[in-house]
Each structure stands twice: as C-alpha cells, then as structure tokens.
C-alpha cells in the first residue's frame, strides 16, 4: 500500500480506505457514484509521480486512491488525422512509442516519463523538454474522457484541430489535478516525427542574456528549436558525480545551453543550420565555444547528463524545489536578485539551478547539505527562503510553480499569490463541478466554504 | 444604432436599450453590476462579425449592448519575452502592426482582421489561415482580464509560458462567446516574424488526397508549413469575377490548395525546400502542376485570390455557409458523401467549397441561386440539407463549427449532436459564472433551468 499513500518526494505519507483499479469507464463510474453516495472523498492516481503531493491522500484514512494503472491501452493511431487515442492510465513512454512506430512523434517528453500516466499529464498540464516548440499538455489535446463527480461520463473523444461549439471542457480538466473529475481516456495530437536532430552544447559567456540568446535561437533555426535547457555548473557538477561513464564536457563561465534542433525532413541540413546560428551567438560575444554532437551516442551523452541532474540532487542528499517561471525579459534579473537572496539568508547554502530556460522556467534547487536532516531542512526552507525566492519571482510577473502544478503542498502559495478575482472563478468551478466536495479533496483549492461571504 | 444591433451577415436584427462603450476595465465593472442590479442582459461586442449571430440582442428591447470599441489600446510589447498585452477593443490587424514593428509576429489571421477585434477573437477562440503551424487563439493567449457576472474582475495578465497554478481561467473564456464575462484585456503570445516566405499554387490531380498531400509537406518542410488553402474549381471562378485583375491561375482538376512555408532565419532556403516538396509531391501523382509565387506581388496575388472568395459569393447572392470539421483521414470521405447528399436534394444547387484543409476545416457553402430570395432559401437549406451534411460530418467524428462558434445561430446544433455528459459540464460552468444569467443571454447554451432534473 506504501506505493500508493506516500508521494513522489516522499515528504508524506497519507492512508486510504482501499485502493481501486478499475479497467474501464464504467467501472471508474460505478466508483464515483458509490463515494458520491456515501460521501467519500476520491483521489484520483496515475504513475503517482507528483511532486506536490496532488497524488495523496490525506491522514484520515477516509479517502480512496482510485487508480488508473490497468486502464493503459492505446486505444487508436490515425497517422493520417496525426492523433493518438488512449486509456488515461497509459504510460506516457508507451504513448510515445505508440506514435513513433506510425512514424510521428508524440511531443511531451519530461523525466517521468518512464512512469507518468497520461491521465496525470492532463492533471497536471505537463510541460517538460520540448515546450519551447510544441506547447504543455494543454495544447496537445484533442479529445478527453472523464467521469463527473456524480457519475456523469463527458465522451468528447474527437480528434479535431478545430472545434468551436461552447465551452472547451478539456481545457478544464488540463491542470485541474483530479479536482474536478477523473480523465479516463484522451485523444493527443501528433507531429512529424523528427528524422534528423542536431544538439549542441553551448559554453555561456558570463552575463550572457540568456533571453535574447534565445530569441536568437529561434529566429535563425527558423524556429527549429525543440529544446533550449540551461544548466550551471553546480548541475552539471552534480549530475556528472552521478554518471559512471561523464561525458567530457565542461560549463561555459555563464553556465551551458543545451540547444537542440529537430526535424522531419530530409531536405533541411540541420548541422550546418546549427553552425550558421553558433556562429551568430559566438560573434555576438555570448557564447564562449559550442560543442555539436557529431553521433547519437554524443547526443545521447548530452542529454543523459541533463537527465542526471535530479538523480545528482537526491545522491548528495535531495534538494528544496523552486519550480519558477518568469517573463523572459526578467531571468536575468531573477537570477541576480535570487542569489543576492540566497547568500543573504545564508552563505553556506548551496544551489542547483538549472531548467527549461526556453520557456523562463527554472528549477531553482536549494541544495540540502549532506549533514541534515531533509524533511527539517525543507520545511525550515520552505517557510523562509522560499517564500522570498516566490516574492521575487512574483515581482517579476513570474510564479512559484511553471509546470509541477498546486497539489496539497502549494495551496498556501496560490493563496499568497493567486489574483484574488481568479482564486473566486476557480472555487465557482470547483464548486460547479464538485458541489460534495470528493473529488481530490485537499488539492489545489481550498473548500468555497471558507470563502468570506460577497 | 443598425450598425450594432445588425448581425455580420445581416440575417437577423434585434433591439437594444443602450450601446454604453465603456473606456476603462472599472467602467465595464461598472456596467456589469449595475446591470446585475437590475437583471439586465449584457451583450458584449467587438467588431460585431460573428458570423452565429454572437453579438446581437434579442428583439426585446429589454438588453443591452457593451461595445468594447474605445478600448482598443495595445498596452506593451515585449520583445524578448515575445509578447503582446492589449485591451480587448484593439482591433486585430492593429495587434498584428504593433507585433511586427517589435520585429514579431501575431501568428492569428484571418478575413476580418481588420475589424474583428481581439475580445471577439477570444470569444470565439478564432482560427483563421495559419492554424496548422500555430493553434488556434487560445494556443496563442498568455494572460487575461476579465470582468465577471458580479462585477468582479479577473486579472491575470501574466507572460508566462508556463503558470500551472490550478484552474486555467483564460482558457474558460476562449470559446465562451461573452456568456461567462466580458474579457477586458490579454497576454499574447508571439512568435519570430518570417523574413521569408514560399508561397505555392498546387494543382491537384483528380481524387489526390488531400490528407496524405498535407501529411507529406508537413514533413518534408521540417514543418514551416503555416497555411494550406483548399479551393475548389467553383470558388476560384468566382473569386476571379470578384477581382478587378484576377491573377491568370486556374484549378487542377482535382481543385488547388494553396501552400505556403515562412522562415524567419535567414539560412534556410525556402524557395528549394518547396521545389523538392513539390516534386514529391508530383512524383507521387497528387498535383498536376504547381506554381511557385516568384515575387512578393505574384504571392500577394494568390492570396487576393484566395481572400476573394467569400465577396464572390456575396456578388452572386451569397450563401449558406457549414463551417465543417472532420478528422483529416475522413476529409476525403466528407466530401464524397456530401457531394452526393447536395444532388440528392437538389441536383441544380452550386456549391463552393474551400477552406482551411490542414485542419480539416472546410467552408462547404452552398450558394444561394441569383434569383432566390437569400433569407427564405437560407432557412430552407438550413432546416433541411444543412441537417443532412452535419449528419455526414457527426458520423465521420467531425463538427458543425470548426471556428465560426455556436453564437445564437447554431444552438439546436449543438444540443442535436454534442455529447450529452458534455453539455451538462457546460452548463455547470453558465451557471457557475452567470447564475442569474445576464451574460449574452441566449447564445451558446439555453437556460439550464430547462435541463431535467438529475
């Protein structure tokens, strides 16, 4: 039962009635409508590797994990309307897979991956690797299946671009954590799948300007970027201790840009785009030296030292997560202002800090130190220094969670952060949605009841 | 007062108290408690050219319109975060110039964009001609403002990439059609502007597929690929009456479909990627021919053409237009068997057929004959043969709007062929953010107060 109580970072452990596994809608259904009925609150779990919390239950021992582990087949391929339709339980690497053997590409792609369920890709509204190019989850949904919380099954498993009669009741369920139902089959939109790849490794200049580096990027590769990871020296440091076989390669004084370009046609020659556009940012004075991948075991090198770097984190003995996003004009100043923040709540600290700079998203790690504790450490961060690191970012326009979602262990943020008018539309749709108040209860919103009378 | 209270295809006029054009974000607050005070429909309006009747009153005199007109500022560009912020009154084409004297692009375009207005587009999550490489408007919007029923107002003008903080209000409002709230303002998002683009007239062999065509130049050009057009034989000729010098182009047997690829780097050559795409394509047998625009005024020239189409229908008397969608590998199929329905009903009806076939999303219009009057043949189509081709499109999972919105046109529309699970989430949410239901009344969903009790 461990497996399904305690959370992905293993900061909770929460106890369950039972744990269900249905093998189709109806069942998922038939379950709803029994916990509706005598008032059970239903969480709602996939490959349980949110790092929020939002797959756990509570301590009361009065809650179901619903599980969507059996519900995993690959329902359809059309390579020709370029969508794939499957079970939510279906693990994301299998979808992939799926896709890729009709000759497209499914394209979100993030560390889980091996393990994520779809269904809590669409919870979550996952992001990942490759969202500079094609989007979160969000935008790659097509078609949804989900049961209401009175029993209600939404069948809209259509797999059209473009469909514009009412609300969009997908784009609720995308991000909504299993709040507002439980998605138990989608239809995902597909891409060309990419021929050729060229991956590069940039050495930053220091100071470099990560942002308009990036906006160099994307305008010379015609747009060909896929992934634009930032990495400092401290991650790369981290992540190479944690390689049996390290790739060779070294920070630049700015930190390292992995950059890779893709594409589908045997027309466009991807390296010597890549060397036009390096040549571009050496010139520019932004990057010291760029290293192109000149073989998939280089490539894969690169990326499996990127990969690394959480497992890097946990070796040395974890890290307190900052999953910021800011505007891409204000990275540069995060940065700064975050580290100023840092030495000044304590020198000794140490950071990771590393992430989908592509789209202003940072992991922006505080290093637990080897000697302590890690669940003291983390509370003693996250009750301090994270909520200075959030204010910054939030000064910024930014937010304290670009793609890890609210969960149980954020709703103090989205409270301290959230606009007040947006927190009053998300508690009517809670309240539309799940008047009883079972579905996930504890995630994301806090009860309406609360609410202070208008 | 015509002007306002007059649908875009002048199908339908109704009667309003007031046209009130608020100028600030707090006056439409304003407007909106006070009517909720006295239980006043709000109608809100941007360029008033739905084509569903979604911005006009109803004949009872008894609501009132809110134009958003004089709120058409562009707030911010922001250049390195590749975004824009505007009112909602700001009229698109406007939004388009501000980008791309920023060096950007505003990828949303469309036949009215220079009336349409972003609140509108919003609306009715507008599509447009360069769906296909970059989504629909509510892939493109970063952040909203939006007044709600009570006058709250909803700010969350964020440039984020990424904000997975709960429920994504912005998307609630994309596809809403003013029945949850007045949207004030919005973040979108942009993307580098082409410096280059090839634009290309294929001419189709007879029963090329149109699916397998689009799937091969989506790959081979690396995905570039932002616009192709479907024409048909018919639409072409009367585009041509339209022009005052039409260019000398003619249709393949099989119809034509306009391709178009845009780069914003400059090195890739855009104009030999689409030579060898397009010898694919003819060595596969799919285009008879094809045409490579050569200059800026020969592209410029098949896009009039293009563009003309809908003012030749309205010369020779206009139409009835079925906003159709189908999954991509049903394209093919749709247009056999409606083809066969419209000579069934009538075998002397003209039909012109084109649209946005990377898609799936056709304007299959049926045009009204000379010497008809256009409402009373409308309605006769529309409670008859219309039925029969949405029918075809429903039975291929397909739509009766891909773009155009439900508005107060299509409402039997959607009752008759959406999902039955989905409507009720539907209209959970109208009751959610309208409970007194004062927000358009009468577009989109009917009053749930007429749903059977569950």
Redesign the interface.
């Known amino acids: 039962m461990a497996t399904y109580t305690t959370d992905q970072r293993q900061l909770f452990t929460g106890s369950t009635i039972a744990v269900l596994k249905p093998a189709t809608t109806e069942q998922v259904a038939d379950i709803v409508r029994l916990a509706a009925h005598r008032g059970i609150g239903i969480v709602p779990q996939g490959g349980n590797t949110s790092y929020c919390g939002g797959a756990t239950p509570d301590t009361s021992g009065r809650q179901i994990i619903v599980s969507l582990e059996r519900m995993d087949r690959i329902r359809e391929v ?6 794939i339709s499957v079970d939510a339980g279906a693990i994301l690497k299998n979808v992939q897979n799926a896709a890729a053997n009709a000759g497209l590409l499914l394209p979100l792609s993030l560390g889980a991956e091996g393990s994520c369920r779809i269904g809590g890709n669409i919870g ?2 996952a ?1 990942g690797l490759s ?2 190019r094609y ?2 989850t ?2 790659l949904l097509l078609g949804i299946e989900a049961v ?1 919380s ?1 029993g ?5 498993m ?12 997908k ?2 369920f ?3 954590e299993g709040t ?1 139902g439980i998605v138990t089959g989608a239809v995902l939109r597909l ?2 799948l990419p021929t050729r790849r060229a991956s590069a490794w940039l050495k930053l200049a220091s100071g470099a300007p990560l ?2 580096l990036l ?1 160099l990027v ?7 970027l896929t992934t634009f990871e930032f990495m400092t020296a401290r991650s790369i440091a981290l992540a190479t201790e944690a390689m049996t076989n390290p790739p060779s390669v070294r920070a630049g004084s700015g930190g390292t840009v992995l950059a890779e370009f893709a ?6 020659g991807l390296d ?2 890549m060397e ?2 390096l040549a571009e940012a050496i010139e520019a004075g932004w990057i010291e030296d760029a290293f192109l991948a000149q073989s998939e075991s280089q490539r894969t090198a690169m990326w499996q030292l990127r990969e690394a770097i959480p497992e890097g984190e946990k070796r040395r003995n974890g890290s307190v997560k900052h999953d910021i ?6 990275i540069q100043r995060f940065l700064d202002l975050a580290a100023s923040q840092v030495r000044s709540y304590d020198a000794d600290l140490e950071l990771s800090v590393y992430g ?1 700079a592509g ?3 940072l992991h922006y790690n505080v290093l637990v130190p080897p000697d302590v504790d890690r669940t003291e450490f983390t509370k003693r961060i996250e009750s301090g220094l994270s909520l200075q690191l959030y204010d910054t970012a939030a000064a910024l ?10 969960g149980r262990f ?1 709703k103090h ?2 409270e301290r ?3 007040v ?6 508690r ?6 799940d008047p009883a108040g079972i579905m996930n209860p504890g995630a ?2 806090r009860p309406w009841r609360k609410e202070p009378a ?1």
């Open positions: 059309d390579p020709v309307s370029m969508s979550t509204n992001g969202v500079v989007g979160m969000r935008d209401l009175d209600t099954v939404v069948s809209d259509r797999k059209l671009r473009k469909n514009n009669t009412g609300y969009d009741i784009q609720c995308a991000g909504s507002l891409a060309p942002a308009e906006a994307r305008r010379e590769s015609a747009d060909l594409s589908s046609s045997r027309h466009v010597e785009l036009a556009v996003s800011v505007p891409l004009s204000s989908h789209d202003g998203n326009g930014g937010t304290f969670s670009a793609e890890h979602g609210v954020k943020l989205l952060y959230g606009d008018g947006r927190i009053a539309a998300m009517r749709i809670k309240k539309a949605f994301i919103v208008s």
